[in-house]
């Protein structure tokens, strides 16, 4: 289109022309969000990975300076964060595990019809948007055997010899927050593969009922194949957001009790929040990240090695 | 359909038990809370744990309206919400756009950086941020609030609002320029309207999102004026934990704009992904 508009300008006012939209006119558009990004995201993140070497704390704020690996070296002795590790790793794979396989069920339930398909869809997304603090408090209330069923529940069943709150048994505690990520976290899952599901044409299961094939054989053959790279993303990132999900155990349980639902954001947030040891804060989200790199690198090696085959 | 073709009654009515258990389970923590919050507090040790209650009452509802700050919460997170949902999508829309219109040079630099801001802990640049806050003299201020907000939302909402121009004919605004539009006339009269349920879409996304935080809530505001709803929530359960009424019916009012917002959208949402899913 611009050729039409400048045949008649002559050739600097083409030159002219294709650097404005090249180089000027598209960064008018995009300088506000690049520069509120640049400066409330990338400048503190260069920040923070620098207070990784450097004690800073507003408690003892004469005793700050450049201190090298120091916090690192505390880190690595750090008992609590060892299990920080520990807990964020079956934190993790607990929490996807639940919400994928019911958000698949989900899905292929939803991608059916039936008789109020519209007002069910709206139900059972319903959780997702519920605040994360308040479906924290409400799962801990539900575990309260006070004012929530669920303690009573168990008993009845056996799970539990009598109605106690989980969230305040060591070995227990990090169910609680497990499945209030479950519930809250569902409904994602459900979003993005049905969007795939509705995706995969029909006449494929057309063609593939013609030749007999069986149910199993069509969700194995024709549907998993279509919903894997939907799946390989969606798991990828969801496990990287859930890694760095401390909302609901930091309002549920704070990390206890005895640290025991304490992954590593809960302990990032009480270490700056509490404590105000940035230094250290940001030692262990440094630690964080570099693992969170880690396990990118290893699914995107994965990836290209299966794609390969 | 093909999965209705030789079904049995056994496989529907699993699938109607399966379908009443995801409903089941998505709602009963959502009715548990409301319950609690219409018993009466006499009745909720006798019967805190039993499914109906026996008589119910408002009175909790009005005590934390009347008698607390939860009004004054209130408003501050619908200000921080509100300031947030406006300015993102205002910002988002112009990126979203120069994103879908523009090949241009240093693109893929910049959708680089935008995807690494939603991979990296948030809670990594907690620290620098309170400082930068204190220093500036913000803290306890809504202000603060909304510019970090609002750079957290951006890359999302851009995305978003790039999924939604992809999908409006470049012809329409290009017919605009033959006929002696300017790009950003253009862009106002033409596509912007086109793209309201976009935006609307966005709005609520960010909306929802702004109201839900509480990391950097809590950490950039500690005083009772300024308290957004999350932070004054749980203030106040640490404070007065035995008031379960009371807490469930803050809690019930919390859900309350989410839920408008979310029925909003909701059908919307698998449309929207689902056309951008068909064209890759």
């Known amino acids: ?309 | 359909m093909r999965t209705l073709r030789q079904s049995s009654p056994l496989m529907v009515t699993g699938k109607y038990l399966a379908l009443a258990f995801y409903v089941i389970f998505a709602l009963f923590p959502l009715y548990w809370l409301a319950k609690i919050a219409i018993t009466p507090d006499k009745l909720i040790f006798t019967e805190g744990t039993a499914l109906f209650p026996s008589r119910f009452t408002f009175e909790n509802f009005q005590t934390v309206l009347l008698q607390t700050d939860f009004l004054a919460y209130f408003r501050n997170s619908l200000v921080v919400s509100v300031g947030t949902a406006a300015i993102t999508t205002c910002i988002a829309a112009a990126a979203g756009y120069a994103f879908s219109r523009f090949d241009f040079y240093g693109k893929r630099l910049v959708i680089a950086v935008m995807l690494i801001t939603q991979m990296f802990p948030l809670l990594m640049i907690i620290a620098p941020i309170y400082k930068i806050v204190a220093a500036l003299g913000l803290l306890n201020s809504l202000t603060s609030l909304i510019i970090v907000y609002t750079a957290f939302n951006i890359p999302f909402a851009t995305f978003l609002m790039q999924s939604f121009f992809d999908g409006i004919p470049k012809d329409l605004e290009e017919a605009g320029m033959i006929d002696g539009c300017t790009r950003f006339e253009a862009l106002r009269k033409i596509i912007l309207p086109l793209t309201l349920p976009g935006l609307g879409a966005t709005l609520g996304f960010i909306f929802t999102a702004a109201w839900s935080e509480l990391l950097f809530a809590l950490m950039l505001i500690n005083s009772n004026e300024t308290m957004t709803f999350p932070v004054g929530l749980l203030t106040f359960v640490s404070k007065f934990s035995v008031d379960w009424g009371q807490m469930m019916a803050a809690g019930v009012l919390a859900l309350v704009p989410s839920c408008l917002f979310f029925i909003f959208i909701q059908r919307y949402l698998v449309q929207g992904l689902t056309s951008g899913a068909v064209k890759g």
């Open chain 1, 1 to 309: 289109m611009t050729a039409v508009a400048d045949s008649a300008s002559g050739e600097t006012r083409a030159r002219g022309s294709f650097y404005f939209r090249y180089m000027v006119e598209p960064y008018l558009y995009l300088s506000p969000a690049i520069i509120l990004i640049a400066l409330v995201m990338l400048v503190p993140l260069a920040i923070g990975i620098s207070y990784a070497f450097q004690a800073v704390n507003l408690l003892r704020p004469f005793q700050s300076g450049w201190v090298g690996f120091e916090n690192f070296q505390a880190l690595w002795s750090d008992r609590k964060f060892w299990l920080a590790l520990t807990n964020t790793f079956w934190w993790t794979v607990g929490s996807i595990t639940f919400q994928f396989f019911l958000g698949l069920g989900l899905a292929l339930l939803l991608n059916t019809h039936f008789y109020g398909k519209r007002l069910v869809q709206a139900l059972v997304f319903l959780p997702w948007a519920v605040p994360t603090f308040l479906s924290a408090l409400t799962w801990a209330w539900l575990f309260n055997p006070t004012i929530g069923p669920l303690p009573h529940w168990l008993a009845a069943l056996g799970i539990l010899s009598e109605p106690f709150n989980i969230l305040g048994d060591p070995n227990l505690a990090m169910w609680g927050p497990i499945t209030a990520n479950v519930w809250f976290g569902i409904p994602f899952f459900a979003i993005t593969l049905l969007a795939a599901l509705q995706s995969i044409p029909g006449e494929l299961y057309e063609a593939a009922e013609i030749d007999g094939a069986s149910p199993w054989q069509m969700f194995t053959k024709i549907t998993l194949p279509f919903l894997a790279p939907m799946i390989a993303i969606t798991v990828m990132l969801r496990t990287i957001w859930i890694a760095n999900f401390a909302d609901l155990i930091f309002v549920m349980t704070g990390g206890g009790p005895a640290n025991s639902t304490q992954i590593l954001s809960t302990y990032i947030f009480t270490t700056a929040f509490r404590k105000l040891d940035f230094g250290y804060a940001s030692a262990i989200a440094v630690a964080l990240l570099g693992l969170l790199l880690i396990y990118a690198a290893i699914l995107l090696v994965l990836r290209r090695k299966l794609v390969k085959i």
